[in-house]
């Protein structure tokens, strides 16, 4: 195969180490908090989760949560999977054994997610094990980087096309299905900028853009994700409209990650566009020049097309049960593979959130007088300037967000965290931010919801605030 448009060599090699220098994020991002997410000490401790498991459903368990903290789920353990995965995230960026790398980067971080319950929930989470789960069967099957490679398979190729595809146009189909007024109306931004989990402070001027903008924005966004994903499909003699449709699904991460922090997803979107880039195309950016290995057989390739077609009905299979047309006999395949996490539906902001409640953790000495724990990134501090994060993510901070929108289905984890708090413990107290009780642990904790709202530009300039705050109730947390 010649360096012609249509050759994927350059495009394969860009989009792994890419790929590697996501889960090299992940898993670095994850290191840092395990101990005070799901630690011994930690809000949701993994060991206990686990035991209950089995308690509850005997050998049935290790199928439905498949993780290699069975064996043990110490903090130790938990911080020492998340470093080997970034270990091998560099291996991978370095074209050191890309299958093998690809393949212990999934497991591990698919142990990761079964043992990170509720704070390794998110979307991009399992986008990101679906994500790794394909780029297996596109990946050369070599030990060392080489001027020559395997002949990169077509048919894994179009698979992660498909999941990028899949990726969005989900996102702007179930906008729509869910019947959400406000994307149909177009007015979804005017409160998506104040309402979203973790706005920069570049939200609170979008915000203040004049309504038409904001409709104009909205409606912009549902294009891009409706219309735009089908010129990927496009073929070799329509390149030019192909790539303008790549260009266009980058642009709207781009703008996305401009005024909100979402942690490695935006990058992870961006880098799932890769395989449609064409050697053609890199081949004019990159300093590299690849040519196929001579004497590959082709059993391997059609071995190969045969295991992604297997991949590839799961997968449509979870695209159809998103927009509503899921056969009946595939409901069986998809609860086989669940356990893997790997094969998914996605549908980000199908209901457009139009407030802001926020939690503020209180604690107190003596029951009367309270005060407030500070978060690294979220709102709280009406005078903080809301900053940018990713593609670092706060797990803890993310979670409170949604906490904050049912307190009651939040209530477990919530009187966990107030459990830590008022033992000082010190893996979840590295989470937080300011600590007004220093090394001695107050002796009732609650938790105040507000309604926040961004200030005018007049209240800005009068007082500093990014933020204003009216309180809504109180949750009390154990004692």
Not at 427 to 452: C, E, H, I, W
Not at 456 to 461: A, E, F, I, N, V
Request: proline share 6%; net charge positive; aromatic share 12%.
């Amino acid at each position: 195969m010649g360096r012609g448009a249509e050759a994927y060599l350059l495009s394969r090699w860009l989009f792994l180490r890419l790929l590697g220098i996501v889960y090299l994020i992940a898993f670095a991002s994850i290191a840092v908090q395990v101990a005070g997410l799901v630690g011994v000490h930690g809000i949701l401790p993994a060991g206990q989760y686990l035991e209950s498991a089995y308690a509850a459903y005997g050998s049935f368990a290790y199928r439905a949560l498949p993780t290699v903290f069975w064996f043990g789920a110490s903090d130790a353990a938990l911080q020492g999977v998340a470093w080997i995965g970034a270990g091998l995230a560099v291996l991978l960026i370095l074209g050191i054994a890309p299958w093998a790398m690809l393949l212990l980067l999934w497991s591990l971080y698919l142990s990761l997610v079964v043992a990170g319950q509720d704070f390794l929930s998110f979307q991009w989470d399992t986008l990101l094990l679906e994500t790794g789960l394909a780029a297996l069967l596109w990946a050369p099957m070599q030990w060392l980087p080489r001027r020559s490679e395997p002949e990169p398979s077509a048919a894994a190729r179009w698979l992660l096309v498909f999941l990028v595809f899949k990726l969005m146009f989900l996102s702007g189909a179930t906008k729509l299905l869910s019947g959400d007024p406000t994307w149909r109306s177009g007015t979804a931004l005017h409160y998506h900028f104040e309402t979203q989990p973790l706005p920069a402070w570049t939200a609170w001027y979008a915000h203040h853009l004049p309504e038409a903008a904001h409709r104009l924005m909205t409606y912009a966004t549902l294009a891009a994700e409706l219309v735009l994903p089908w010129t990927l499909f496009l073929p070799g003699r329509l390149r030019r409209l192909r790539l303008l449709g790549v260009a266009g699904l980058v642009g709207l991460q781009v703008g996305i990650a401009a005024t909100g922090s979402y942690g490695f997803f935006n990058l992870l979107a961006i880098v799932l566009c890769v395989p449609l880039l064409d050697d053609n195309l890199l081949g004019r950016i990159l300093p590299l020049r690849l040519a196929v290995r001579d004497g590959e057989a082709r059993p391997r390739q059609t071995v190969l097309a045969a295991i992604t077609v297997l991949f590839f009905v799961p997968s449509l299979l979870g695209f159809m049960r998103e927009i509503g047309f899921a056969p009946s006999a595939g409901y069986p395949i998809l609860r086989v593979v669940a356990p893997l996490r790997s094969f998914n539906g996605y549908g980000l902001f199908r209901v457009m959130t139009t407030r802001r409640p926020e939690i503020v953790m209180e604690g107190s000495r003596d029951g009367k007088h309270w005060s407030e724990y500070g978060f690294r990134f979220k709102a709280g501090d009406i005078h903080r300037k809301p900053g940018f994060v990713a593609p670092y993510h706060p797990r803890l901070d993310w979670q409170m967000w949604f906490a904050a929108l049912d307190p009651n289905g939040s209530r477990e984890w919530l009187g966990a965290l107030a459990d830590r708090l008022r033992a000082g413990t010190p893996q979840v107290l590295a989470l937080m931010g300011k600590n007004p009780f220093g090394g001695s642990p107050p002796r009732a904790t609650r938790a105040v919801v507000y309604d926040y709202h961004f200030s005018t530009s007049d209240q800005r300039k009068r007082t500093g605030a990014w933020w204003t705050r009216t309180p809504l109730g109180v949750m009390r947390l154990g004692p």
